[in-house]
């Protein structure tokens, strides 16, 4: 029987998208009444929403005022950085132990669902299918702490950056994703983490220069 979500949960879930998808502005003032009042419940779960987002590092509370979007420093990014790489590289590895046949093709099908999209589909909603992968991809290792570090840490990239690789199309290709799938399959550690280091590697080297980040590759 599926779990049931509460209250507290669901607006947490509907803030989180809405943070990052972009609808606050970095100087917005998220308030508990706001929140409140635009999902229809009291203030308890509004509040409790907004301290776990605080928790994820989504948010800052500004004491007596409200919530602000959390500002990220270049050290804050470098380690945002390094963790996802750690994490995805840790995921793969265990994946190729532990993922079944079957765990492989529903990724590769998913890689396959990618070549029916348009290029300008693909370049629209790359932010989008990218996490998916990732998280998919972490799945397979079969640790769900993993795979919700991985998504709270992407969730936290997209925010620090408030940079859309989507807009530049050269910037990464969801073809990288067959790649690593294959490697998956084929059962070669080796390979697939270095597929997966150069791939973060190559989108966060695409970041602007006012940016540090880590090279691993």
Request: proline share 3%.
């Amino acid at each position: 029987m599926p779990r049931r979500i509460s209250m507290t949960e669901k607006v947490t879930n509907a803030v989180r998208l809405e943070i990052t998808s972009g609808v606050y502005q970095s100087d917005t003032l998220i308030t508990e009444i706001v929140v409140s009042e635009k999902y229809g419940v009291s203030k308890t779960p509004a509040r409790e929403a907004l301290n776990q987002l605080c928790a994820e590092g989504l948010l800052e509370k500004i004491p007596h005022k409200g919530y602000l979007l959390k500002r990220y420093s270049a050290v804050d990014l470098e380690n945002l950085i390094q963790f996802r790489y750690i994490l995805e590289i840790n995921a793969v590895e265990i994946a190729i132990q532990v993922a079944s046949n079957q765990d492989i093709a529903r990724l590769r099908k998913m890689c396959d669902q990618y070549d029916e999209l348009s290029e300008e589909e693909a370049i629209n909603q790359y932010i989008a299918l990218n996490r998916q992968f990732h998280i998919a991809l972490s799945s397979l290792a079969k640790n769900p702490f993993i795979t919700a570090a991985l998504a709270n840490t992407l969730d936290q990239l997209k925010l620090a950056l408030s940079v859309d690789v989507a807009e530049n199309p050269g910037a990464v290709k969801l073809v990288d994703h067959k790649e690593i799938v294959e490697a998956i399959a084929q059962r070669n550690v080796e390979q697939a983490r270095a597929l997966v280091g150069r791939f973060v590697d190559n989108v966060h080297s695409r970041l602007p220069d006012r940016w540090g980040y880590p090279r691993y590759f």
